[in-house]
């Protein structure tokens, strides 16, 4: 059974700092590319960053500068770092894993940058 489960959101000031992790069971980590998706209320979910199985990455021009997508092969867990963050970051996160067709998605983490 495939799993993807997201932690690290909450509620964070704005300039604030987060660390989502991605753990996942049930594939073979090391060739999927993995994604950080988001979702705000009343918004279509949109790409935050995706990172391939041999390190390429790629962000949301929104992102680019603050966030940096990383992956523990060994662990079997996708990372995002975010600083600086900013009101409008808030949004569900979600962890997505994609090969050749096969693709997995978690259920989401709250991100929330309020003061």
């Known amino acids: 059974q495939v799993q993807l489960v997201e932690s690290g959101g909450g509620l964070v000031q704005p300039g604030g700092s987060l660390r989502l992790s991605c753990t996942t069971s049930g594939i073979a980590f090391s060739i999927y590319a993995m994604g950080w998706y988001r979702q705000a209320p009343g918004k279509q979910r949109e790409l935050v960053a995706r990172i391939t199985g041999g390190g390429g990455t790629n962000y949301a021009d929104s992102v680019k500068g603050r966030f940096t997508i990383s992956r523990d092969n060994a662990k079997n867990t996708a990372y995002l770092q975010m600083n600086t963050l900013k009101p409008e970051d808030t949004a569900v996160y979600f962890c997505?894993?994609?090969?050749?067709?096969?693709?997995?998605w978690g259920r989401g983490t709250q991100v929330t940058v309020s003061s």
């Open positions: 997505n894993a994609y090969h050749l067709g096969y693709d997995y």
